[in-house]
């Protein structure tokens, strides 16, 4: 995903939600709920996700390049998916 695609994303979605708003989270851009990040933008252009139903997070994995996120610190968050720039 482009920069400019990201916020294309972002305007849609805090002009859609008055509670999300933009933030910061692991050096990249991202999207905020009371407080706490539910989306970003990652540096190799992809898009990760917070997705705490297990159903929608598994459905989310099976699609081809999506995996589980890892910010680089060697621990994979377990309910967040990293959906690569090429998907």
Same mark, same amino acid.
């Given at each position: ?14 002009? %859609?939600? &008055?509670?999300?708003?933009? !933030?910061?989270?692991? *050096? ?6 009371? *407080? ?7 540096? &190799?252009? !992809? ?17 081809? !390049? ?7 610190? *060697?621990?994979?968050? %377990? ?9």
């Amino acid at each position: 995903m482009t920069e400019a695609r990201w916020e294309e994303l972002a305007a849609t979605v805090t002009g %859609r939600h &008055d509670d999300v708003v933009r !933030g910061q989270m692991f *050096g990249m851009p991202c999207l905020k709920r009371g *407080g706490k990040v539910v989306a970003g933008h990652w540096k &190799d252009g !992809g898009i990760t996700v917070e997705l705490v139903d297990e159903s929608a997070r598994e459905r989310a994995l099976a699609l081809d !390049g999506v995996e589980l996120f890892d910010p680089g610190m *060697g621990r994979v968050m %377990r309910e967040w998916v990293h959906v690569p720039a090429t998907r």
